[in-house]
């Protein structure tokens, strides 16, 4: 792998010069009022890291800066910038996430238009559903995994496992309307509970025309897995009692 490779330092007032790549974030309007406010206080600002773009010959590709950049045009003042050749995606993603730190949906992104297919699987389930996407990378992936989502090498192992959680939450809400079953909390306790292989979903809504109301919010995961338990169970003899997880 060949690092990057620096090439010079420049200061403009030509803020046209400097374009975003296809990969990089939306521009966040209050980051960009943090780097105005930061301009004020300090009378300067540090360099941004730039690319030569083979697509725009003369332009340059602001691939951790373009929250700088729109402070800068705004401010009237000059950009400091500092060329790269040979920067591979991942070095763009460092350099993003040490300028400002990124969040998960940055990540979907960045792998959808570098081309992954399980990031664009899991990208048409985000915008589809209301569901939070560390929640998805769960249900799709079999386990916590942010870390490699952050690397670009998630993969969408467990398909199956997520379409079933998504259809029960689905049929709590239509049914009972128990709304925080969309919770990542809920989905994480609920991936325990259909892990164990015990579960029976309609016994669970018959359960649930007996005692929805008893189906309540909780603090975390583990919550929501004996909550879950607890209605499964409940009015039904000891013989007939299932434990999801070891006490």
Known sequence: MNPSKYVETGETRNYEMFIS?????????????????????HGFISAISVRP??????????????????????????????VFKDVTNKAMISLNSQSRQWKLPDYLKFGVTDGIKDYAFLNRVYEDERIPLTALIMMYGGSYANKSFKELSWKALTIGRGNYILKYIKDFEKTYNIEHSRYARFLWGFGKVLDSGLYNHKRMMRQLSKCSQLLTKQANPQGYTDNIEMVYNYGLSDKNKVQFTQK
């Open 21 to 41: 790549p296809a990969h990089q974030r939306d521009i966040n309007n209050s980051g960009v009022k943090d780097v105005m406010k930061s301009i004020k206080e």
């Open 53 to 82: 773009s083979i697509e725009f010959p003369g332009k340059l590709e602001s691939y951790d800066g373009q929250h700088t950049v729109n402070a800068c045009k705004r401010l009237g003042c000059p950009v400091v910038y500092n």
